[in-house]
């Protein structure tokens, strides 16, 4: 029906992900990708808003996508304060966070930007936000860093993440909350969640410094060396950031956050490009394993998801690690768009309350 359409939006790292639905049928999808020669004059995330809106308003444009007949634009999460799992309407305290990244700098950020400012301009058009990246379930014992100054924080995908988990326990007849599963997340990032009854109790901070490493994240770096690397005087704090998050990993090795490239790359018998395409499978296995031990070895399965599980070879090097450990599960790609728009239909026609941010 026309009165229910709603528009999803999902920033991600090297992407702009919409898609239009009428109720629950998607009538519009396309992914807009963005080289690094695109995003390098761009100094922080928030510098991106016009770009990547104006994008998204000329390609449904194109498509001929007669917006004033969208009721809901729901984004995709970014970096707020840590809140409990649900949809949240974008009001302007919300606004304030994500511009000053409160929480941190991520493309998520720009999801509730966007899609507020988007439904200014639509008679009755209302803009929300689901499952964001910040979404908090975490063990108290999980947030204890090893010294008082520090916390681990639960920053991850946790929309794709609770996605996919939800759909495996549909295709088993069971509810999520019903079963203990490991989940992760691979693609410009990567996160590893172990699920527990419904809720993430632990997960790698997957924006700044835990983890494996991914196509342009550094994930976990040896703690002495990056001090002093910090203290040598030959890089700023931005410099120091920007190689943890956004010119690490596959950046920083292969110049190319594009991980179909590295896999070329790598088939073709590249061999720098076949160690560090091993060495990021590896640290997910590695992880993964470490949240087998989280779940003390009641594992009911093992997802894999993201754009980088479309790669076999990448995926059968994870399986040769961490299969003896349970069932593995392939998502290839990601399930964000649909639940995204499942959300907003939810609230469309009352199935949900939209939660408060304050």
Do not use: W
């Not at 308003?57 to 917006?67: H, N, P, V």
């Not at 974008?90 to 966007?114: P, R, T, W, Y």
């Not at 059968?316 to 768009?337: A, C």
Request: glycine letters at 10%; one cysteine or more.
């Amino acid at each position: 029906m026309k009165q229910e359409r709603i528009l999803a939006i999902n920033p991600g790292s090297t992407s702009t992900k919409i898609a239009v639905y009428e109720g629950t049928k998607n009538i519009f999808l396309k992914t807009l990708r963005h080289s690094s020669e695109e995003l390098v004059d761009f100094a922080k995330i928030t510098d991106q808003f016009a770009f990547r809106k104006n994008i998204i308003l000329k390609e449904l444009e194109t498509a001929g996508i007669d917006i004033s007949s969208i009721r809901v634009i729901v984004g995709r999460g970014g970096l707020i304060k840590p809140i409990p799992s649900g949809v949240y309407e974008v009001n302007e305290k919300m606004e304030a966070d994500l511009k000053i990244g409160i929480m941190g700098e991520h493309a998520s950020n720009l999801g509730g930007l966007i899609a507020a400012d988007i439904s200014r301009t639509l008679e009755g058009a209302r803009a929300f936000i689901a499952d964001p990246v910040v979404v908090d379930e975490l063990n108290e014992v999980a947030r204890v860093a090893g010294h008082p100054l520090f916390e681990r924080a639960s920053i991850f995908h946790a929309l794709n993440q609770k996605a996919v988990a939800r759909s495996y326990a549909k295709s088993l007849n069971k509810k999520y909350d019903e079963l203990n599963l490991i989940v992760a997340h691979l693609g410009g990032g990567i996160s590893v969640g172990a699920h527990q009854k419904g809720k993430v109790i632990d997960v790698n901070n997957a924006l700044d410094g835990e983890g494996p490493f991914s196509p342009e994240r550094s994930g976990t770096l040896p703690v002495g060396q990056l001090a002093k690397l910090c203290f040598e005087g030959n890089h700023s704090l931005e410099e120091i950031k920007k190689m943890i998050t956004g010119k690490g990993g596959y950046v920083a090795y292969l110049n190319t956050n594009s991980a179909y490239d590295v896999e070329l790359a790598a088939r073709e018998g590249d061999k720098k490009a076949t160690l560090i395409q091993n060495a990021m499978a590896y640290q997910v296995g590695k992880e993964i394993g470490a949240m087998a031990a989280v779940l003390k070895g009641q594992v009911d399965g093992i997802i894999l998801t993201g754009g980088i599980a479309h790669n076999a070879y990448f995926v059968n090097y994870i399986k040769e690690m961490v299969e003896h450990l349970g069932n593995i599960i392939v998502y290839p790609g990601e399930d964000e768009m649909e639940a995204l728009a499942i959300n907003g239909l939810m609230v469309l026609r009352g199935e949900t309350t939209p939660l408060v941010y304050e």
